[in-house]
């Protein structure tokens, strides 16, 4: 039952599956499979292809003609693309073949409908400008060759999509951000202005890294896909739903939803100061950062938390026994927070404040491992442990902050002594400056005091994993394992 042969221009192929893999393979002219199978990397001597079975889009047969569509890299370091095999079925009887494509796509979709109903956003303008090209030449392919049903819209102006979530249906099966991170901002103040907000936030988001940073990407899909766009096309198709806290940022009588981070200091100048490096992608952080070390301005502040852990080797614990499923969640995690709920309302937590007085650098709050694919700055960042990871910076000499570039996309800054590392059920902050930078998601809010508390579990994101993708193994700040 879980083998075919076909006729694929002039050569008879053998297509066959099993709980792992889908196998291309030519016979030899007696008939028998070759014997050597040695997956979609080999030499061009090696004739058989290995897919995995989770690159299966999809598989059809018409007039005796079959069709299957997949995901293959070209080697082990490349990107996702789709290919096809096709070829007239010999000596089978229709019946048998389409139940064969029916299996295939049945192992392949673990049971699920390969057809989706998708609303898409693309960002024409977002990182280097290449968001429509990509989403019409690789992406959108990819959805229509599993049999999606596709409601595009390209965004024409800043705010555009918070129109669009705010006002979008609810039968959708996912919403496809085809950008980077600042479109995910904007689609999630939109859906929390949603007539029917809590059904709404439960429509899932799956970005397709088109931006300058595309770190939640990074965060769902690990380091090798984070940047593939395909990869992301598959993880529409193929992901699970992940609960994932959000963020109530407050200031004064207004109040947004932050879903990454939020920073002030030098990483929030660098933000904004490499706006119009854009083009070069997330190299433009790299290059912000170098010149801010020869500045080196200090972030006047007044900061308070009500932290709930401080201890790093205990957080990374925490951290992998949460991925090898041995605690569900911390013990110290404080009682859930509602969306409805105000902040700092008696029912939100239970910690006192604790204000931080030190001089520092700056100020990183957020969820996700990464912020760019140069920087994991929260590595023991779980997805929905009630609680916001706040990285402070103290400061230090210009010599040990560009060591600190060394392994920083690896997660070593964390071990770095001046790095004050915590976690936090609420945060709040007020500028001493008359002037600076404030950044939340990547887009600048007013330079003003500000209130941060936790929403648990009140995003939904696509991930191929129970947990975000990356993996945090160094302990030290030598990069020791």
């Not at 918070?162 to 099966?173: T, W």
């Not at 984070?226 to 529409?236: E, I, K, P, R, S």
């Not at 569900?328 to 937590?349: G, Y």
């Not at 239970?350 to 760019?372: D, Q």
Request: proline content about 5%.
């Amino acid at each position: 039952m879980n083998q075919l042969l076909i006729d694929s221009r002039g050569v008879s192929t053998s297509l066959r599956f099993n709980d792992a893999s889908f196998f291309i393979e030519p016979t030899k002219p007696d008939g028998h499979n070759s014997s050597c199978c040695a997956g979609i990397y080999a030499d061009r001597e090696v004739k058989c292809t290995e897919v995995p079975l989770r690159n299966v889009i999809y598989a059809k047969v018409t007039s005796g003609v079959i069709e299957v569509q997949y995901l293959v890299r070209k080697g082990k370091e490349s990107r996702l693309n789709l290919a096809t095999t096709t070829g007239a079925v010999q000596n089978e009887d229709s019946t048998r073949v389409k139940k064969w494509c029916e299996a295939l796509l049945l192992a392949a979709y673990q049971g699920a409908n390969p057809s989706k109903n998708l609303k898409v956003l693309v960002n024409p303008y977002g990182g280097k400008g290449k968001a429509r090209a990509s989403y019409v030449t690789k992406v959108e392919p990819i959805f229509l060759a599993a049999g999606c049903t596709l409601d595009v819209t390209y965004t024409t102006h800043g705010g555009h999509a918070i129109e669009i979530a705010r006002e979008m249906k609810l039968g959708y099966d996912a919403l496809v951000v085809v950008s980077g991170d600042g479109l995910i901002h904007e689609v999630l103040n939109g859906i929390n202005q949603h007539e029917h907000r809590d059904q709404a936030f439960c429509i899932p988001i799956a970005p397709i890294p088109t931006g300058s940073g595309n770190g939640m990407s990074l965060n769902l899909l690990g380091l090798q896909d984070g940047l593939d766009v395909c990869a992301a096309a598959l993880n529409v198709l193929k992901g699970q739903p992940l609960k994932t806290d959000l963020f109530s940022f407050t200031q004064g009588n207004r109040r947004r939803i932050s879903f990454m981070s939020q920073t002030i200091g030098i990483t929030a100048d660098i933000d904004i100061e490499t706006e119009h490096l854009r083009w070069m992608g997330d190299t433009r952080f790299i290059i912000g950062y170098i010149r801010a070390i020869i500045a080196r301005k200090s972030c006047p502040i007044e900061l308070s938390m009500k932290v709930v852990e401080q201890d790093k080797s205990r957080m990374m614990d925490v951290l992998h026994a949460r991925r090898a499923g041995e605690s569900s969640s911390p013990s110290s995690v404080p009682s859930l927070h509602s969306a409805d709920k105000k902040p700092d309302s008696p029912s939100s937590s239970h910690e006192e404040w604790t204000r931080f007085k030190r001089p520092i650098l700056w100020m990183y709050a957020g969820k996700g491992p990464f912020v760019s694919r140069d920087l994991m700055q929260f590595p023991v960042s779980l997805a929905d442990d009630g609680l916001i990871d706040i990285s402070i910076q103290e400061i230090t000499s210009r010599r040990a902050l560009l060591r600190a570039m060394d392994g920083a996309e690896e997660g070593r800054t964390y071990w770095i002594n001046t790095n004050r590392y915590f976690k936090a059920s609420a945060y709040r902050a007020r500028p001493l400056a008359p002037k600076g930078t404030l950044v939340v998601d990547g887009e600048q809010v007013p330079f003003e005091e500000f209130q941060v508390d936790v929403l648990n579990g009140l995003g939904t994101f696509l991930a191929p994993y129970p947990h975000y993708a990356p993996e945090f193994l160094v302990r030290d700040i030598e990069g020791n394992t």
